[in-house]
């Protein structure tokens, strides 16, 4: 029953998180995750029982045995030397001057039979460990495998893709990017990226791959509670008794020790895998968790990639006011219709009240983009202007140059009549800058988000159940040799007086005259 409610809670991990979420009121970086896993025992109570289970066996056997042993072999309750029925002090003497052959067959055949056949069952359960220790390893190998295989995949080609797409947002038609941005800007992702990946193929050369040849190694060290319940066997097929059986509870101590403290260590991992397995779930169906309530906040305090941004708003912010300045140019505040040579020399052609009214600071009114193309899109020419019937965003093609003005007025313009086309192509190229700024700032306001950049890391997890399932896997097959081993102690205690051959009735009917109790 052991086995299977481990396998069910390794079968069901991905059902089970920490359940923060109900002890929080919202998202916050206030919020206590230490509180929240103290709180575990109460909320889950019987998911501690595999971690209990090995911790308890381990505890009795760390200080039972020893009492045990020596009150055997100092003679005491339950020696080889004290008659059945005895007392706790033992008061064996006229047991003592009973041979060896009176005392087989004093115990019924049945009762030796029953004993010895109790060993063989616990040898053919240890068997089980066998196959559980190999098994468990591997599946969390596989687990672990997998989680290092696509960290390059889900996290680093991503960030390599993001980077590429991003510096190719930022790169204008010359090839150089838009300033203040430069090539040392993006240097820690590539940095990033290629350390990454070395450390990722050395961890799977060092760690994974050794890994998979410890697990050949596993199948020697499963196999330990089985061969030494072998010689339990031996023991009573060969009538071995005395010393021999009481000698080898020893290793069945110190073995059984050692398999009771691994087992709970795992269980102990395997039940925080479990759990965080829940939360990754969580986090990947965008549900309340630890990730969204806790981790998150967290990584928005820590401002990701603020540096970043705020060079992207610094080119936002000058494209915006180079395109307003060039624009400001040919603007004015003045929409009266312009009349005679005014219609030719006028330098204010166009109306745009949004940037050319009195006392409008353009540095600090073009902040964005987004106001520049409004004004570029919606400021049209004054009624008579000689220049064109248009608005800015189409002066570039529309409006006329200073020489056709000229030819059109029959004389020579005054040099401060601004050549139009070329200021607003000056604006419009600004605008183009600022808009491929606004668009790498858009796409880095997507990719450098903590909820994105989190689900992304959480992905190579996807597979942590087989982790948890592995770990527990392991914890059960060592929970089941201690188990084995502390059950083969009190049969080799026992076998001291009862690993004999079958008796002969006539002797059982003779032992029992001998006696001085009743049988």
């Not at 980077?163 to 038609?173: N, Q, Y």
Request: with cysteine; hydrophobic share 40%; net charge negative.
């Amino acid at each position: 029953s052991y086995i299977v409610i481990c396998a069910l809670f390794a079968t069901t991990a991905l059902s089970y998180s920490l359940q923060c979420q109900n002890k929080w009121d919202g998202p916050s970086s206030e919020n206590s995750l230490i509180e929240c896993i103290q709180a575990i025992p109460n909320d889950y109570p019987g998911v501690l029982v595999p971690i209990a289970i090995p911790a308890i066996m381990f505890l009795f056997l760390l200080v039972l045995y020893p009492i045990t042993f020596l009150c055997r072999c100092c003679g005491g309750c339950g020696s080889m030397n004290s008659r059945p029925g005895a007392s706790c002090c033992c008061d064996g003497a006229e047991w003592d001057e009973v041979d060896d052959e009176v005392r087989s067959a004093y115990y019924p055949h049945c009762h030796i039979c029953c004993v010895k056949l109790s060993s063989f069952l616990l040898f053919v359960v240890s068997l089980s460990v066998i196959v559980m220790l190999p098994i468990g390893a591997s599946y969390a190998v596989e687990g672990l495998e997998y989680a290092v295989d696509h960290v390059s995949i889900d996290v680093l080609d991503w960030v390599q893709l993001r980077k590429d797409e991003f510096v190719s947002d930022l790169t204008l038609s010359n090839g150089s990017l838009i300033s203040p941005l430069n090539n040392d800007t993006f240097a820690p992702f590539d940095d990033f990226n290629t350390d990454s990946r070395k450390q990722l193929a050395d961890a799977k050369d060092d760690y994974i791959n050794q890994l998979k040849a410890y697990i050949q190694v596993l199948y020697g060290i499963a196999a330990i509670p089985s061969i030494l319940l072998i010689f339990s066997i031996i023991f009573f097929l060969c009538n071995c008794r005395k010393c021999c059986p009481a000698c080898f509870t020893c290793f069945y101590y110190f073995f059984g020790l050692i398999f009771g403290l691994v087992g709970t260590i795992f269980m102990l991992i395997g039940l925080v895998f479990l759990l965080f397995c829940g939360e990754v779930e969580l986090q990947n169906e965008q549900r309340p968790g630890v990730f969204q309530w806790y981790i998150v906040p967290q990584c928005e305090e820590k401002i990701f990639f603020n540096d970043l941004k705020a060079e992207m708003r610094t080119s936002e912010q000058d494209a915006s006011s180079g395109a307003c300045s060039a624009m400001t140019k040919v603007c004015g505040n003045d929409n009266s219709t312009l009349t005679g040579m005014n219609s030719y020399t006028e330098e204010k052609q166009f109306y745009c009240p949004d940037i050319a009214a009195p006392g409008v600071n353009i540095t600090s009114t073009c902040q964005t983009i987004k106001f520049v193309q409004k004004i570029f899109n919606t400021s049209t020419s004054r009624d008579g202007s000689a220049l064109c019937n248009c608005t800015l965003s189409t002066c570039p093609e529309e409006c006329k140059d200073p020489d056709t003005l000229s030819a059109e007025a029959g004389t020579p313009l005054p040099s401060s009549t601004p050549n139009a086309p070329n200021t607003t192509r000056e604006a419009r190229s600004q605008i183009a800058v600022g808009v491929q700024a606004v668009n790498g700032l858009s796409r880095a306001f997507v990719y450098a988000d903590c909820d994105v950049l989190i689900t992304r890391g959480v992905m190579p997890l996807d597979e942590c159940g087989k982790i948890s399932e592995g770990l527990l896997l392991l914890g059960a097959g060592c929970s089941v040799a201690i188990l084995c081993l502390m059950l083969g102690i009190p049969l080799l205690f026992k076998g001291q007086k009862l690993f004999f051959a079958s008796p002969d009735q006539k002797l059982v009917d003779g032992a029992k005259d001998a006696m001085s109790r009743p049988y």
